[in-house]
Each structure stands twice: as structure tokens, then as C-alpha cells.
């Protein structure tokens, strides 16, 4: 599969060379989830490192920074990236003739207009004009939509079968940094099991824990009945675990299982036939 890195992107929005950096951690970890398939691949034009992440630096400025060794790590990978090939302005696809606009502005010899021709994504930077969002773009009288991604979130939701990502991966990545911890998820932990409409219903349940406000109100949501699993015994399906087990509810009689660590939720098994509620 292709993807189109977003020149568009870098328009000097960054205060500082830092806070872009920083930025970089959502973009690394899409890079590395592309290229897990080595067939996927990211195009970009040839002077990418002359693009503008400050008012007056460009990416090829960053060498002169000194930089903690993790900034230094998502310079590098970055680096990388852009001084790889392909490159689709050495081929260019998109009929240069046409007039591509997006939101009244000629777009014309630039990612967008080339993700048209490629029918790909965009791969983003943190930028309020292209985070997350699908992009408009108008050649003639068509209207193409392009997505933008920029989070390792929106590209899980959006490309998960075309980059054959398994469930199991993908709930991990779409809430990674939540309230919700899918970290020790595994291929035997139920997600595996569920019909596609359950799993679909297992997700917004999960944004939906996410969205609350605090655990107070977590507790008094009587659509999750966020409680205490009481299994003991022979019977205790969690044996073992020093933590308190606790579960909620995604459907009529399905259970999410795992424990309350710091300011996370710690999934452990999803559940699917109420068996071990019945227990506990």
C-alpha cells in the first residue's frame, strides 16, 4: 500500500525545533507500522528536507541541534524517512495541467493533488489544517476525498485491513496514551472471538470509557456497571493477579475484564459468553 508524505504540512508552524520533535512521536510510530510490510511504501518529494518547521529553520537545520537521545532518535528516523526513495515528484502521476484545489487554494504539484492521482493517504504533520481529518479536493467539476493522518490512531481506524493489522494490535494502538491500557492484550484474550458488529460495539464502549470526565463518573454510569469482579476459588478465572480485578459491560452480557492501574485501565480478557461473570 502507498502513503504520501505531506510536504503541505510544514509551513513553519512549530515555535521551536523541540516542541516539532516532540511532535514526531505520533509520525515515527506510523512510519514503523507502514513499513512493518515491506511492500508498503511512503512517497515524498525530493526536497523534503528543505520544508519550514519554524519560521526560519528547515528539517536540514536539524543536525546543528543538540537534542535529548530520544528527540535525537525521532530526528534520525525522520531523516531517514525523507532521504529514502520513492520519490513522486521524479514520476508524477497527477496531471500537472489540471487545476487542484482545496479550500479556494491552488494545490496543484503538491502531496494533495498527487494522493488524488495515487488514491492514497496523506501521511500528516502536527498541523490544525490536516490532523486527523479527511481533506476536500476539487479538479474540475469531481470532488476527491483525501485523508490526512497524523495520529497512529486515525491510521488503525482507517487502514487497519489494508496494512493487515489484527485486532489485537489495533486496539493497542488506538488507545495508546488513553485511559484505556490494551498493552497486555494477546491473541487469546477475546477479541479474536467476536463477531465483527461485537467488536465494533467493544470499541465505542471503549471510547466511551475514555471520554468520561473521571472515574467518578466511570462509577455512575450505569450503562458500563464499572465493578468489582468477585471470583474465588476454583472458580477465579483471574488466579494469581495481586491486583483487584475489575470489570464493565460493552454489551447486554459482555464483560471487559482487567485492573485500575494509576490513571489506566489495564484490559486483561474481553469476554463474549458471560461465563466468567456468571462466575464472579
Not at 96 to 104: A, F, G, I, L, T
Given at each position: 500500500?502507498?502513503?504520501?508524505?505531506?510536504?503541505?504540512?510544514?509551513?513553519?508552524?512549530?515555535?521551536?525545533?523541540?516542541?516539532?520533535?516532540?511532535?514526531?512521536?505520533?509520525?515515527?510510530?506510523?512510519?514503523?507500522?507502514?513499513?512493518?510490510?515491506?511492500?508498503?511504501?511512503?512517497?515524498?518529494?525530493?526536497?523534503?528536507?528543505?520544508?519550514?518547521?519554524?519560521?526560519?529553520?528547515?528539517?536540514?537545520?536539524?543536525?546543528?541541534?543538540?537534542?535529548?537521545?530520544?528527540?535525537?532518535?525521532?530526528?534520525?528516523?525522520?531523516?531517514?524517512?525523507?532521504?529514502?526513495?520513492?520519490?513522486?515528484?521524479?514520476?508524477?502521476q497527477h496531471?500537472?495541467?489540471?487545476?487542484y484545489m482545496?479550500?479556494?487554494?491552488?494545490?496543484?504539484?503538491?502531496?494533495?493533488?498527487?494522493?488524488?492521482?495515487?488514491?492514497?493517504?496523506?501521511?500528516?504533520?502536527?498541523?490544525?489544517?490536516?490532523?486527523?481529518?479527511?481533506?476536500?479536493?476539487?479538479?474540475?467539476?469531481?470532488?476527491?476525498?483525501?485523508?490526512?493522518?497524523?495520529?497512529?490512531?486515525?491510521?488503525?481506524?482507517?487502514?487497519?485491513?489494508?496494512?493487515?493489522?489484527?485486532?489485537?494490535?489495533?486496539?493497542?494502538?488506538?488507545?495508546?496514551?488513553?485511559?484505556?491500557?490494551?498493552?497486555?492484550?494477546?491473541?487469546?484474550?477475546?477479541?479474536?472471538?467476536?463477531?465483527?458488529?461485537?467488536?465494533?460495539?467493544?470499541?465505542?464502549?471503549?471510547?466511551?470509557?475514555?471520554?468520561?470526565?473521571?472515574?467518578?463518573?466511570?462509577?455512575?454510569?450505569?450503562?458500563?456497571?464499572?465493578?468489582?469482579?468477585?471470583?474465588?476459588?476454583?472458580?477465579?478465572?483471574?488466579?494469581?493477579?495481586?491486583?483487584?480485578?475489575?470489570?464493565?459491560?460493552?454489551?447486554?452480557?459482555?464483560?471487559?475484564?482487567?485492573?485500575?492501574?494509576?490513571?489506566?485501565?489495564?484490559?486483561?480478557?474481553?469476554?463474549?459468553?458471560?461465563?466468567?461473570?456468571?462466575?464472579g
Amino acid at each position: 500500500m502507498d502513503f504520501i508524505l505531506n510536504e503541505k504540512s510544514l509551513h513553519g508552524q512549530f515555535e521551536n525545533v523541540e516542541t516539532f520533535l516532540k511532535s514526531l512521536k505520533n509520525n515515527i510510530r506510523c512510519f514503523d507500522i507502514i513499513h512493518k510490510k515491506t511492500e508498503n511504501r511512503i512517497y515524498k518529494i525530493v526536497d523534503f528536507h528543505k520544508c519550514y518547521i519554524t519560521g526560519d529553520k528547515q528539517i536540514c537545520d536539524l543536525k546543528y541541534q543538540p537534542n535529548s537521545d530520544e528527540l535525537l532518535r525521532f530526528q534520525i528516523q525522520l531523516t531517514e524517512e525523507i532521504y529514502t526513495k520513492p520519490y513522486w515528484d521524479e514520476n508524477v502521476q497527477h496531471d500537472m495541467d489540471e487545476e487542484y484545489m482545496w479550500q479556494n487554494e491552488n494545490v496543484t504539484a503538491t502531496a494533495l493533488a498527487e494522493a488524488v492521482a495515487h488514491k492514497s493517504s496523506l501521511l500528516s504533520f502536527d498541523s490544525d489544517q490536516y490532523r486527523d481529518q479527511v481533506l476536500c479536493i476539487q479538479k474540475g467539476d469531481r470532488d476527491y476525498k483525501v485523508l490526512s493522518i497524523y495520529s497512529p490512531g486515525y491510521l488503525a481506524q482507517n487502514h487497519s485491513k489494508d496494512l493487515s493489522i489484527g485486532r489485537c494490535e489495533e486496539l493497542k494502538i488506538l488507545y495508546e496514551g488513553t485511559r484505556i491500557d490494551c498493552s497486555l492484550l494477546e491473541s487469546k484474550s477475546g477479541q479474536d472471538f467476536l463477531e465483527q458488529h461485537e467488536y465494533e460495539l467493544l470499541k465505542k464502549t471503549l471510547d466511551k470509557f475514555v471520554r468520561h470526565e473521571s472515574w467518578e463518573s466511570i462509577d455512575l454510569d450505569d450503562g458500563l456497571e464499572y465493578k468489582k469482579y468477585h471470583g474465588s476459588g476454583k472458580s477465579d478465572w483471574f488466579t494469581g493477579y495481586p491486583q483487584t480485578i475489575m470489570k464493565f459491560r460493552y454489551s447486554g452480557k459482555q464483560r471487559v475484564f482487567g485492573y485500575r492501574k494509576g490513571d489506566r485501565f489495564r484490559v486483561l480478557y474481553i469476554e463474549r459468553d458471560h461465563k466468567i461473570s456468571d462466575k464472579g
